[in-house]
C-alpha cells in the first residue's frame, strides 16, 4: 500500500469516527431533552404528596365571661399551636408547568398553601379564672372552658393567616419547588431558570 493510499485512508476512518462522535452526541443530548426531564420531576413531586415547606408556632390568648345571678365568672386560656403549612403536590398537573425553549426558562404554577392544624401543646396551655362563686355553683367553668378552647382555635388560625407568616410560608414552597425542578435540570447539563409562583 502506497504512502498517499495510506493517508487517505487514515483521513477517511478519522473523519468516520468523528462524525460517528457528533452523532453519538446529539443522541446524548436528544436524550436529556428538558421537557422529558421537566415530566420525570414532576412525577417524582406527585409521588411525595404532601411538601410541608414551613410551620410555625403561635399563641392565642383568649377570654370569656359568664354574667349570671348578678355574679360574674371570667376565665383567660393561654394556648400555644403549631401549625403546618402544606402543598398538596399531587394535585401539581402537567399544564401547570411552562417550559419555555427560546429563554430557558420553566414556569411552575402551584396550587394554594392549606393550613393543617393547629397542634395544641396541652403542656403548655396556662389559665386564670375570676368569680370562684358562680364557678362552683353553675356549669359556668364548662362553658367558659368550650368557648375558650373555640376562640383558641380560631385565634392561632387567624395568626397563621397573617400576611407575614403566608409570605414567608410561600416563599419556602417556592424555593423548595424550584429547587426539585432546577436539580434534575442541572444535572441533565440543562442550564434552565426555574419560577414557581401561585396563581393570582
Avoid at 411552562?98 to 429563554?103: E, P
Avoid at 375570676?130 to 395568626?159: F, P, Y
Amino acid at each position: 500500500m502506497s504512502k498517499g493510499l495510506f493517508r487517505i485512508l487514515v483521513v477517511v476512518v478519522l473523519a468516520l469516527a468523528l462524525f460517528l462522535g457528533w452523532r453519538a452526541w446529539q443522541d446524548w443530548q436528544r436524550g436529556y431533552d428538558p421537557e422529558t426531564v421537566v415530566a420525570a420531576s414532576l412525577q417524582g413531586l406527585q409521588e411525595q404528596n404532601i411538601l410541608v415547606p414551613f410551620t410555625a408556632r403561635y399563641v392565642a390568648v383568649v377570654t370569656s365571661t359568664q354574667n349570671r345571678l348578678g355574679l360574674e365568672a371570667k376565665k383567660t386560656l393561654i394556648m400555644p399551636g403549631t401549625v403546618r403549612y402544606e402543598l398538596d403536590l399531587a394535585k401539581l398537573k402537567q399544564s401547570d408547568l411552562q417550559w419555555d425553549a427560546a429563554t430557558g426558562s420553566l414556569t411552575v404554577t402551584l396550587p394554594p398553601l392549606r393550613l393543617a392544624g393547629p397542634e395544641i401543646d396541652i403542656d403548655a396551655i396556662s389559665e386564670f379564672q375570676g368569680g370562684v362563686i358562680l364557678l362552683t355553683l353553675t356549669d359556668a367553668e364548662r362553658v367558659l372552658d368550650a368557648a375558650n378552647r373555640k376562640a383558641a382555635q380560631e385565634e392561632l388560625i387567624k395568626q397563621a393567616r397573617g400576611e407575614t407568616p403566608m409570605r414567608l410560608a410561600q416563599g419556602a414552597a417556592r424555593a423548595a419547588v424550584e429547587q426539585s425542578f432546577a436539580m434534575p435540570l442541572k444535572a441533565a447539563g440543562i442550564d434552565a431558570k426555574v419560577t414557581a409562583r401561585f396563581a393570582g
